[in-house]
């Protein structure tokens, strides 16, 4: 497709399970970032990979989070023993390069119970 | 932490009015972006107007960015009921890469 794709759309959790979200950003798009989205508030920066590697993980929140895109294209945000406190859309975006215009997917919501 | 501020909050207007909102944002920066969202969508890009720049349109969308201010506004003329979303202003205040947004205004156009 011609846009960036997350799977799946929605996730229900129960707390203390793992779970692994993915995305597909457009073909030949060098960045990509991942954002968390509480209810009612704008995107939180989570992590930015240039290619393969993750340049910034500054906003993972803890440790039970983490990001990988082995070979530059896919990309999958993992969080391990999830909390109640994880429940929030997450959103990847591409873009060409590190300050152009970034495309975002439709986000996973992610629902901890 | 999120650096950007917007205002109204929420905002409810008929169609056809033009709607305006406001950023605030607290450190300098490179460029501001402005997106929408529907609701329970991803976000698409509106526009960048870039800290040397001081108001880009873009069909009915006008930009305007006071640097000394360090404020934004956003307007949409003639509005219609498909521009119903939040809209969400973005700057790159940390960094070249990291976007970091406000906590949006939530447009209601009525028919």
């Known amino acids: 497709g011609a846009g960036v794709s997350q799977s799946p759309r929605y996730k229900v959790a129960k707390r203390g399970q793992d779970v692994a979200l993915r995305c597909d950003p457009i073909?030949?798009?060098?960045?990509l970032f991942w954002y968390q989205q509480a209810l009612g508030q704008g995107p939180e920066f989570l992590t930015y990979f240039q290619n393969e590697a993750q340049l910034d993980k500054s906003g993972l929140p803890s440790d039970r989070f983490f990001a990988e895109r082995p070979e530059g294209s896919v990309s999958t945000l993992k969080i391990q023993r999830t909390q109640q406190e994880d429940s929030a859309v997450y959103l990847c975006a591409s873009s060409l390069d590190e300050s152009g215009k970034a495309f975002f997917g439709q986000g996973t919501r992610l629902t901890v119970v | 932490s999120q650096q950007g501020e917007e205002d109204p909050q929420a905002l409810s207007i008929q169609e056809g009015e033009n709607a305006t909102m406001n950023c605030s944002y607290k450190t300098s920066i490179n460029n501001l972006q402005w997106y929408r969202q529907n609701s329970g969508r991803g976000l698409v890009h509106l526009i960048l107007i870039r800290s040397n720049e001081r108001e880009k349109h873009s069909g009915r969308l006008r930009v305007t960015l006071d640097t000394s201010k360090k404020s934004s506004s956003l307007l949409i003329t003639a509005s219609r009921a498909a521009d119903t979303a939040s809209y969400f202003c973005a700057t790159d205040a940390d960094s070249s890469y990291k976007l970091i947004f406000g906590s949006g205004t939530r447009l209601l156009v009525r028919p």
């Open positions: 073909s030949g798009h060098v960045s």
